[in-house]
């Protein structure tokens, strides 16, 4: 009995070597199971049932990286989010993208069987996810909501000389534009309706500045005077301060030369000035008086700024440096300058208090890194030669950027990190621009041409609409409220 089993057992092996044999010498129709036969090697078509293993799904998709239709593709053209969006994937996208470009060379189940999230299914039986069935995320539109689209939607005229400056409340409700004519004009933000003229300068007016509560203006002038004015009466804010004569006085006096700049502390109880005298003052606004004097620069002092908690005052001068003070004690804590010693026109700090904003006349922006003393990103694509123009910083659901006006009438606007040019708005200034000022979703300009523009930041679902008061030549201004028609209609002259 046992001999007759040992000599079964050796013949099936010898026939299933027989076989093998036999299927790689000649040809046959039948198909062959083992996964490393191949179509050539047996030199038939297969009409079978189609093989268990495989080293491809048909099933899956082919790992296709374009935009799903309807998804706009990124313009490079002042475009931001274009580059910096298409490397934001998940990790999982780019591995999918990684491997349709190459496919690997071992088994393809093997491969998405590493990348594949496990599920166990009700039945107790283990289920996989491969990670090309996952819906993509879209290509991102340019159009995004927190992109700067500013349109122009008011041109406001009144003045009778050009305006040197202009500036947005804090609130967001009220624009005043200073002048070479002397004057203050009130507007409102939203009609552009003229609210009130300011007179009391004896000479130009350069530079504004609006208390944190909206209810203080204060305007530097080249009689060199500063004044206050209270914006609900409209009527010169009188200080505590006596003159010669015993009586209240509502301008700030000291200075020996023309009022260039002015900036409130974020509490508002200081104001500091800078002058053609070369010197930047420390005011306390309650009393009326003047706290503290310091000998800044060698030229003319052409901008300057609080940080956001008022510890720090920031100065430029046409001199080329910048000086970072201490508003307490008034010590000079830094001194920026750069190798080719631009003049500086305006400067200002960064929202977050950690960067300083140098506004050049060699075409250059520089964003400084004041306590590193180096300079962190430079803008280039307006002109600045010859004017000293300015700008600020604008923010966008939470995204910061920079504005300037230049010298060819246009304003422009930068990515903060990227240094893009996010977007060139046409002012429709003829002549120089020579401020402009942000506030959310509202931007103003102020023009040579003794015009005042306002703008409006027009997001992706709004489509063509302008806004919601049209376009410039549907409405030039409001004056007092009422819509005007032709430029030459609503002139307000000294009104």
């Not at 962190?376 to 600020?392: D, L, M, P, S, V």
């Not at 923010?395 to 060139?424: H, N, T, Y």
Request: aromatic content about 6%; charged content about 25%.
């Amino acid at each position: 009995m046992d001999s007759a089993d040992d000599a079964a057992k050796p013949a099936p092996r010898t026939k299933r070597r027989k076989t093998r044999d036999s299927s790689s010498s000649s040809s046959s129709s039948r198909p062959s199971n083992s996964p490393d036969a191949s179509p050539s090697r047996s030199g038939a078509t297969s009409s079978g049932p189609p093989r268990p293993r495989q080293t491809r799904d048909p099933s899956q998709p082919d790992y296709d990286a374009s935009p799903s239709p309807g998804a706009a593709v990124p313009s490079n053209k002042y475009s931001l989010r274009s580059r910096p969006r298409q490397d934001s994937r998940s990790p999982a996208s780019s591995r999918s993208s990684s491997r349709s470009a190459s496919p690997p060379s071992g088994p393809r189940t093997r491969t998405r069987r590493r990348h594949s999230d496990s599920s166990t299914s009700s039945d107790g039986t283990r289920t996989t996810e491969s990670s090309s069935s996952r819906p993509r995320r879209p290509t991102p539109s340019p159009g995004d909501p927190f992109r700067p689209n500013y349109k122009p939607v008011l041109a406001l005229h009144g003045h009778s000389g050009p305006v040197s400056q202009v500036r947005i409340s804090p609130n967001g409700r009220f624009v005043a534009s200073a002048s070479a004519d002397g004057s203050v004009k009130l507007w409102d933000a939203m009609t552009g309706a003229h609210m009130d003229t300011l007179v009391g300068h004896m000479a130009g007016v350069s530079c504004l500045a609006w208390t944190p509560d909206s209810n203080i203006l204060a305007s530097g002038s080249d009689d060199k005077a500063i004044r206050l004015w209270d914006r609900v009466t409209g009527r010169p804010k009188t200080t505590t301060k006596k003159s010669a004569a015993g009586h209240e006085t509502a301008a700030l006096r000291g200075h020996h030369n023309y009022i260039h700049c002015l900036a409130f502390s974020p509490k508002g109880n200081i104001l500091a000035s800078g002058s053609y005298d070369e010197a930047v003052f420390l005011w306390d606004v309650r009393a009326g008086r003047l706290m503290r004097s310091l000998p800044a620069h060698s030229d003319p002092v052409a901008g300057i700024d609080f940080c956001r908690d008022g510890t720090l005052v920031v100065s430029c001068s046409t001199d080329g440096l910048i000086r970072v003070w201490d508003t307490s004690t008034g010590q000079c804590l830094r001194t920026l300058v750069h190798e080719d010693n631009p003049a500086v026109t305006n400067v200002c700090f960064s929202p977050n208090g950690r960067f300083v904003l140098a506004f050049n006349l060699d075409n250059c922006i520089r964003l400084w890194d004041y306590v590193a003393g180096t300079v962190k990103k430079t803008y280039q694509g307006h002109r600045n030669e010859k004017f000293a123009i300015g700008g600020c910083f604008g923010v966008l659901d939470g995204e910061p950027f920079v504005a300037s006006a230049s010298e060819d009438g246009d304003v422009v606007l930068w990515d903060v990190r990227s240094k893009d040019i996010l977007q060139r708005v046409s002012t429709g200034h003829r002549g120089v621009c020579f401020w402009v000022d942000v506030n959310g979703e509202t931007m103003a300009s102020a023009g040579q041409d003794h015009s005042v523009r306002l703008y409006r930041h027009v997001g992706p679902d709004a489509g063509d609409r302008r806004g919601r008061f049209g376009s410039v030549q549907q409405m030039e201004v409001q004056l007092r409220g009422r819509p005007s028609g032709a430029e030459e209609d609503v002139q307000l002259g000294d009104a």
